[in-house]
T-cell receptor, first 118, second 113 residues
Framework: NAGVMQNPRHLVRRRGQEARLRCSPM?????VYWYRQLPEEGLKFMVY????????ESGMPKERFSAEFPKEGPSILRIQQVVRGDSAAYFC????????????????FGPGTRLTVL | RKEVEQDPGPFNVPEGATVAFNCTYS??????FFWYRQDCRKEPKLLMS???SGNEDGRFTAQLNRASQYISLLIRDSKLSDSATYLC??????????????FGGGTRLMVKP
């Protein structure tokens, strides 16, 4: 069973370019979460998606960041016009659905994408 | 105030030592609690869940004090391979259709020969 897959594992961009990070959830999982980890800090929630729906984007910066989880294919986190402060590790996690919101749905983390903005 | 607070360390201990980490959380509605381990430049991995009754997994013991909003992790007989960052993690379902986890900043442990 493949775990959560993320690519690329390392991404280097110059200021002003676009970064696209991909996440394929575990087989059978329909919920995807993106977290960001700045250097020397803990992970911070960004966005939670189900297929074709953004459920919670309360942790997402208002500008330049967007996320999608299409019916087919991986979830994409897109950062437009990157700045040096976007340099971080971006982790994706997935969980199965089907539980009510009062029950914790265990999340499984991918290996992360390390974004470096020059 | 951060929602989940941890002493960042580092804790430098010799092999065989017992070491304890603490964590406090601010949201009294938090419902589930975990310790994750994160190795350098890797993803976090679930170490253990934390229950009010306390729970043990080999050399690791976790404890939750809901009244004080305090979580602890005790590692006995430290091994070199225990060197990592330990993340205190909290889940709060209230007004949270998102199921997202809230992470502390992590406590770094370095076990020396």
């Amino acid at each position: 069973n493949a775990g959560v897959m993320q690519n690329p594992r390392h991404l280097v961009r110059r200021r002003g370019q676009e970064a696209r990070l991909r996440c394929s959830p575990m087989k059978g999982h329909s919920h995807v979460y993106w977290y960001r980890q700045l250097p020397e800090e803990g992970l911070k929630f960004m966005v939670y998606l189900q297929k074709e729906n953004i459920i919670d984007e309360s942790g997402m910066p208002k500008e330049r960041f967007s996320a999608e989880f299409p019916k087919e294919g991986p979830s994409i986190l897109r950062i437009q016009q990157v700045v040096r402060g976007d340099s971080a590790a971006y982790f994706c996690a997935s969980s199965p659905g089907g539980l009510d919101y009062l029950t914790y749905n265990e999340q499984f983390f991918g290996p992360g994408t390390r974004l470096t903005v020059l | 105030r951060k929602e989940v607070e941890q002493d960042p360390g580092p804790f430098n201990v010799p092999e065989g030592a017992t070491v304890a980490f603490n964590c406090t959380y601010s949201n009294s509605a938090s419902q589930s609690f975990f310790w994750y381990r994160q190795d350098c430049r890797k993803e976090p991995k679930l170490l253990m869940s934390v229950y009010s009754s306390g729970n043990e997994d080999g050399r690791f013991t976790a404890q939750l004090n809901r009244a004080s909003q305090y979580i602890s992790l005790l590692i006995r007989d430290s091994k070199l391979s225990d060197s990592a960052t330990y993340l205190c993690v909290v889940w709060n379902p209230v007004n949270n259709a998102g199921n997202m986890l809230t992470f502390g900043g992590g406590t770094r442990l370095m076990v020396k020969p």
